[in-house]
């Protein structure tokens, strides 16, 4: 397990045992996690780390990932935000500060390829989820 | 005729004893010519007595009795006799005035017989005046008993001497020359002035009958005559007047007068014609309503031919055909009325109707004629062919209407019938008794079912409920299961019918064939538990995907072979609860959607739970707490589906009027409603309340305000399911001011309630509007 030195992921879910279980699978992928479980405890860990990427799931107690997406771009624009959601029809417009978008319950591949294109910068343009 | 100065009929009487002024003029000069020869003759008889020394003065008495009681002219005349006497007698020698003197004795003789014929001449006058004073005084007396008043005036009338009133009018007892203004009415004083001075010009008889002041103050009537006193030049010296009180008769004169003109004003203003013919067929009255009604355009039109004045206003035949009548009720007496009398005018381009009957009568001439009353029914008429009219246009509407009316016209509502379109839907005869309240041998085999299938007994049904109650019976809607054995579903009203008396005669409904409307709405219900099943699958589609994707990544893991052995167990038993999250929520979907059409016992408390927990998975994420509060945790009879359909629509609406953060209070509670045991459920939230634009329309179909995200029958079929149950539904703003919607359900124990639950359940349902 050489995550040490992995790119870290800022994984943000109010479902504990999703939040865990995601933790899990990344880290099982080299990467290192932070977790929060609330948008605001997201923005203050994006404020103080060297987040590399954002795991961002939509549905959220009081704001959702739209908003926070927002906010966290206005904090660290170059900071690509990854959308997880389990909606297959999210308005665009809740999608406008969102880099890529992933509907769960896919494989779990489909999530690690995700992650994998966007830390590699191939293009985070092209990466727009097809579903919007 | 020669009548004394002085009233012979004055109330003290003529003073004989001294006053002989009284005397006719020639008694007065036959007196002095008397006394004259008396005092003569004595002296003459004295004078050989006392040696001739009797002086001619002794003549000086009777001139002056003469001067005071008689007159200035006698005692002229007495004067000049006596001074004559003595040139005649005493200044020749007594012997030439000697009794055997024959010369001398014839003169004295001759001059007796002068006087003697004068006298007796006087004597015979003043006997006659006395005659005539004593028939005055008997008249007098007459006219004292017969009249009332008495009173004498001055020539001229300005004065009154005396009046004597005996009670009727005050008395005068000195002249008195305000008289008019003490006795006569202010308004007869003209006529009495005027009557006077006609009196007066002519010297003729007084006569008038006018008012007074009475004694007693109150006005009275009187008939007053005054004769003048004429003196022997003819001139009046004086009025003598009575008057009798004529108050009474005048009163009953008046009041006749006034009855007779009561009478005639009511004939001449009469609303009907009233005229008579007389014996030669010529019309001699007409009252006022005739002359300016039928006989407007017959001017003179007494005194006219009948036949005549009736062509003017009649074309010939028609004024003969009436002319006819006349006659034959002259001739047989037989009364005659009118029989649809409806004809042209000849006068006037007009169509009038008339009512009029003929009867014979006997005039004031005692001959026979004919009085015929008769009214104007043109306007009658028209009104009853306007009646006609409307009744035949409600007729056609009765009988063409697209919808089923019925009519009973006894208050039991036993015989009921129907228009066209009631019988043909109900596939019956015309005549078809359809009352369920029909007697036994007429009744049709009708059954009527209300909404929750619960057969309805006779007395139950609008028209009889309107008949029994005299309230009209709204939005009933029934199933009914004709004699042919097809069922059909109606709506309608029902309305009483009420006699002149205020009691209800019969009743009167009208209904729709809503059966295509019903299969509609089931197809709607139907339709919007496919719905709600639809929108829930959405969220639930979302929410299934959290617990794979925790599953698909536990799985991966596994797979991998790159987690600890303790770790395996774990990500297992994560997986395993994970799957049965799943699981339960597709339950309480499946269990949404069973269509269970048998009503069974469940726990009010149960399904509530059930529908929060469908709801807490599928829906609310985030902060939105929702309460529960079980105060009831009995069982009552229900279609269990229908109700986690009511329940969980109500629900979404909560979690969908509710932001972040807020709340939804669910309570349950025994209670009573109208008499019944049962559940009340109340859900409150502090979301956006009801919005003003769908106060009026909570329960409607297709009302939402969701825009594209609501089927707008949520409430609709809630409705429906709650009334099926027997039960109350109702939304209102939240009672204790704060913002928010509380939904308030009532349930009873069993299912099936009588009729007068869904009026109940209007007005709740109005209630929270």
Known sequence: MNEVWGPLILCVDDERTG??????????????????????????????????????????????????????????????????????????????????????????????NAVTDMLDGSSTASSQPPAA | ??????????????????????????????????????????????????????????????????????????????????????????????????????????????????????????????????????????FRAFVSASSDVMYSMSPDWKEMRYLEGREFIADTNHPERNWVEKYIHPQDQPQVMSAIRQAITTKSIFELEHRVLRADGSLGWTHSRAVPLLDSKGEIVQWFGTASDVTARRQAEDALRQSHETFSELIERAPYGIYVADAQLRITSMNASSQNGAFRNVRPVIGRDLSEA??????????????????????????????????????????????????????????????????????????EQALRDRTEELMAMFERMPAMVWISRDPECRVMTGNAMGTQVYGIRRDDNVSATAPDSERLPIRHFDSSGRELRPEELPMQRAAATGRPVENTEMEVLLPDGRRIWIWGNATPLFAADGKVRGAISTYFDVSWQKQMEAALRANERLALAGRLSATIAHEIH???????????????????????????????????????????????????????????????????????????????????????????????????????????????ATSEGGSIRISTQPTHEAGEGGVLIRVVDDGTGIPDNFRSKLFSAFVS???????????????????????????????????????????????????????????AGESGQ
């Open chain 2, 705 to 763: 305000s969701k825009g594209e995200n609501g089927t707008g029958l949520g409430l609709w079929v809630s409705r429906s399911i709650v009334q099926r149950h027997g039960g109350i539904i109702a939304l209102a703003n939240n009672s204790d001011g704060s913002q928010g919607t509380t939904v308030s359900i009532f349930l009873p124990s069993k299912i099936g309630l009588p009729a007068g639950v869904s009026e109940g359940a209007r007005a």
């Open chain 2, 546 to 656: 959290n617990p794979l994707d925790t599953v698909g990544n536990a799985l991966f893991l596994l797979k991998q072979k790159i987690v600890e052995r303790q770790e395996t167990q774990e990500l297992i038993d994560i997986a395993q609860s994970e799957v049965a999250r799943v699981a339960e929520i597709s339950r309480n979907l499946l269990n949404l959607n069973r269509d269970s059409r048998e009503a069974s016992v469940v726990s009010p408390s149960k399904l509530l739970d059930d529908s929060v927990a469908l709801i807490e998975r599928t829906l609310v994420h985030g902060s939105r707490r929702i309460q529960l509060a079980h105060g009831f945790d009995g069982t009552i009879e229900a279609y269990p589906s229908e109700l986690r359909q009511v329940f969980t629509n109500i629900l979404r609406n909560a979690v969908e």
């Open chain 2, 310 to 383: 009736l062509r003017i206003l009649w074309p010939q035949a028609v004024a003969d055909e009436i002319t006819a009548q006349f006659r034959n009720t002259l001739k047989t007496g037989e009364p005659f009325y009118s029989r649809d009398f409806v004809r042209p005018r000849q006068d006037m381009q007009l169509v009038e109707a008339y009512e009029w009957e003929l009867h014979r009568i006997t005039l004031p001439d005692s001959q026979n004629g004919v009085i015929c009353y008769f009214f104007d029914s043109t306007k009658l008429r028209e009104a």
């Open chain 1, 19 to 112: 939040l865990l279980m995601r933790k899990l699978l990344l880290e099982a992928k080299g990467y290192r996690v932070v977790t929060a479980e609330s948008g605001a405890e997201g923005i203050a860990i994006l404020s103080t780390q060297a987040v590399d990427l954002v795991l961002l799931d939509y549905m959220l107690p009081g704001e959702d990932g739209g908003v926070i997406a927002e906010k966290m771009k206005k904090i660290k624009p170059l900071a690509p935000i990854l959308m997880l959601s389990a909606y297959v029809d999210l308005p665009s417009e809740r999608l406008a500060c969102v880099d890529r978008y992933v509907i769960k319950g896919q494989a779990p591949t489909t999530l690690l």
């Open chain 2, 1 to 138: 005729m020669p009548v004394s100065a002085r009233n012979p009929l004055d109330k003290n009487g003529p003073r004989f004893a001294f006053d002989l002024s009284y005397l006719p003029t020639l008694s007065k000069y036959a007196l002095a010519v008397a006394l004259t020869a008396i005092f003569l003759g004595l002296r003459w008889l004295l004078d050989p007595l006392l040696g001739n020394r009797v002086p001619a003065a002794i003549i000086v008495p009777a001139v002056v009795f003469l001067v005071v009681f008689v007159g200035m002219g006698p005692a002229i005349l007495a004067t000049i006799l006596g001074l004559l006497g003595a040139i005649l007698f005493f200044a020749l020698p007594r012997h030439m005035l000697s009794p055997h003197d024959p010369g001398a004795a014839i003169l004295l003789l001759f001059y007796l017989l002068i006087c003697a014929a004068i006298i007796a001449t006087g004597e015979a006058v003043r006997r006659r005046g006395h005659e005539l004073i004593r028939s005055e005084e008997r």
